[in-house]
């Protein structure tokens, strides 16, 4: 079975995007795991916003994986390596991609999805890439989650620049 892996850039307050949707203060000056991350993936889950942002800035960055985009509005998936998923059809589908032949899967975000694919018990692996930086408003990673959930520590890995990466499994 596939892993799904939330892999996602947090500030150290929990945020994914400062107060106006900008992300100018995630680092980018060394490649922090990501190379490699993008060797085990094939495939992309990704919410509409945050695909729609990716098309518009930069729209080769994910054409060698599948794309899955999760929306009930889009119509026009604008190349032939997206498919769009339907809130109605959401777990069954994603149960069939996980199950099917490849490499593990990017839960990309945004928070509305990765909410949903917590509350659904479909994340295999959190990969938090925590920025040594507080926002102090913005995007929560985190919402409407109303049950705890313990997770076990797989690793840590320190930067030079302060980041730190965590890397955790759900707690069986």
Known sequence: MRKIILNVAVSLDSYIEGPNGEYDWCFDDQDYGLTDFFKACDAIFIGRKSYELIMRTDPKMFAAMKIYVFSDTLHDPQADNVEILRSADFKNRVE?????????????????????????????????????????????????????????????????????QLRYIVKP
């Open 96 to 164: 069939e991609i996980r199950s099917q032949e490849g490499r593990d899967i990017w839960l990309f975000g945004g928070a509305e999805l990765v909410e949903a694919f917590i509350k659904k018990n479909l994340i295999s692996e959190l990969l938090l890439s925590v920025h040594p930086v507080i926002l102090g408003s913005g995007k929560p990673l985190f919402t409407n989650i109303k049950e705890r959930i313990n997770l076990v520590l797989l690793g840590a890995e320190q930067f030079s620049s302060g980041l730190i």
